[in-house]
Structure formats: C-alpha cells, structure tokens
C-alpha cells in the first residue's frame, strides 16, 4: 500500500503565501508523476501542479507565475510554494502520486483545506 501525508494547509490574507508538503510512503515502485490538484467549493477537482519523474512541470493558467511545484526524490515528498494567493485559491487540495509496476497506479492523499481571507 502507498500512504500520502498532506501537510502545510491554513489560513492566508490574500496576497499571502503557503507552503504545502506531501510526503509519500509504503510500495511505491516507480513514479511516473506527482499533482496538486483542488477542489473549491461547489466546483469540481482540477489540476494545479504536476511534475514528472524527469522533472517537467505544468500548471494552471490560473496559477503561473505564482506557484511552484518540486519535488525531493530521496524523500519521495512533494511541495507546493503558493505566493501572492488569491480569495478564489481557496480550496482544499489534494496530493496525486503516479505509479507504474506492470500497471499504473493512482494514489491520493487526504486533502488539506487552504483558505484565503482577510
């Protein structure tokens, strides 16, 4: 089994920033990628950020040039620096890992509620 463990989420004033980590565990195999996906309220779970095992990145348009998604390999953990955020960032957000071991796997964490707001 594969754990992933959220952490980092919170309150913001807009025009503030966070920090999201997503630590990876268990029978992992081999990653093909790492997400950030979210879900605000009443709309449905997009993509945020995603990183491939060879390190391309791509974001949301709604979300360039304010986030960055990285990754450590030798900790199998995920971030996600969230600058200058916005009241319409507010969602909860969950971490997606990607595996292949002759099949591929989807594995999702449980969500962290970031909320921005003055």
């Known amino acids: 089994q594969v754990q992933l463990v959220e952490s980092g989420g919170g309150l913001v004033q807009p025009g503030g920033s966070l920090g999201l980590s997503c630590a990876a565990s268990?029978?992992?195999?081999?990653?093909?990628?790492m997400g950030w996906y979210r879900r605000a309220p009443g709309k449905q779970r997009e993509l945020v950020a995603r990183?491939?095992?060879?390190?391309?990145?791509n974001y949301a348009d709604s979300v360039k040039g304010r986030f960055t998604i990285s990754r450590d390999n030798a900790k199998n953990t995920l971030y996600l620096q969230m600058n200058s955020l916005k009241p319409e960032d507010t969602a909860v957000y969950y971490c997606q890992l990607e595996t292949t071991h002759f099949s591929t796997y989807v594995y999702w964490g449980q969500g962290t509620q970031v909320t921005v707001s003055s």
């Open positions: 268990g029978n992992i195999f081999t990653i093909v990628g």
């Open positions: 990183i491939t095992s060879g390190g391309r990145t």
